[in-house]
């Protein structure tokens, strides 16, 4: 298996699928597999994390982001 330094936990709650989290995974995970962050993230689908009112949340970097998209993670992971 090979190793991560990092996770980004991104919560599947039902307030979060409502506020799109599957398609945001789906952009995070074309972002991980890019040349610059190749083998250093790992994604992991979580429950609800109980920020239901600021969905979709996803935590990287150990800081949780709130009503995330994509070019907010993307400052958080340079």
Do not use: W
């Amino acid at each position: 298996m090979a190793t991560y330094r990092k996770f980004i936990f991104i919560c599947n709650g039902p307030d979060c699928k409502k506020e799109g989290c599957k398609k945001l995974q789906e952009e995070i995970k074309e972002l991980v597999k890019s040349d610059d962050h190749k083998g250093k993230y790992k994604i992991v689908k979580t429950k609800c994390m109980d920020f239901c009112k600021s969905a979709p949340i996803v935590v990287v970097n150990n800081e949780v982001v709130k009503k995330s998209d994509i070019s907010s993670l993307r400052k958080k992971m340079s």
